[in-house]
């Protein structure tokens, strides 16, 4: 019998503590979800004049600058021996807009035919940073040195050379991809970078021409090796 004052007093409390948990507002500022990271090309330069060489092009100006197999990359370039690069900039008056393509240039390099550009994603696997030092591989022993206390074995093959660690790779291989030049409908000024395929060493590219074939019209730049 006891109980039952007991129960009287409990199932007020309980529901007092209900009313009160129910009345607790949400947090003021729940957590904002991550935007994704919207990759861009290279920042466009301050006027058409500070490339090596500009064209008009319909009410568009195109202009561009051949960096040879150096690739122009935030903060600092990179490198690569199996293609040559070509850092491009459209401008266009107040509110313009068109429609980029890496697909609408072609460069002709020694007055031979017109290669098309490759997509930054093949550059990958040739990428190099100059800054990049490589350790220095350990010295190897080998079975007769061990025996007679000599020094390396002459026929023993030469190490191979240490590979970059992945992160470096992947840091590199965002670092392109935000150079590329961006693709789509953009308000201009834009700038990127294009890749085309040569294998030949810079001293003996004797003469550059980048043809544009796109929307704002057609149009060739000539720069300089």
């Not at 900039?89 to 240039?105: E, H, I, N, Q, V």
Request: aromatic content about 4%; overall charge positive.
């Amino acid at each position: 019998m006891r109980l039952l004052p007991l129960l009287r007093i409990g199932v007020p409390i309980a529901a007092i503590c209900l009313c009160v948990q129910g009345q607790n507002p949400p947090p003021a500022n729940p957590p904002a979800k991550e935007a994704p990271v919207e990759v861009k090309g290279l920042p466009p330069r301050a006027t058409p004049a500070d490339y090596q060489a500009h064209v008009q092009v319909g009410t568009l100006t195109l202009a561009a600058e051949f960096t040879s197999h150096s690739v122009p990359t935030m903060p600092t370039p990179l490198s690569t021996e199996d293609y040559v690069v070509v850092e491009t900039g459209m401008f266009g008056p107040t509110g313009a807009r068109t429609k980029l393509s890496a697909d609408d240039f072609s460069l002709r390099i020694n007055g031979k035919k017109a290669v098309p550009n490759q997509p930054y994603g093949r550059v990958l696997a040739s990428l190099k940073d100059p800054e990049w030092e490589p350790p220095e591989p350990p010295e190897k022993k080998s079975k007769s040195s061990l025996n007679t206390g000599g020094g390396q074995d002459p026929n023993a093959p030469p190490p191979a050379p240490p590979k970059m660690p992945i992160g470096l790779q992947h840091a590199m291989w965002l670092r392109v991809q935000k150079a590329a030049l961006p693709e789509g409908d953009r308000a201009l000024p834009q700038a990127g970078v294009i890749f085309f395929d040569c294998r030949r060493p810079s001293k003996g590219i004797r003469s550059v021409e980048l043809i544009y074939n796109g929307p704002a019209g057609k149009a060739t730049l000539t720069l300089q090796p």
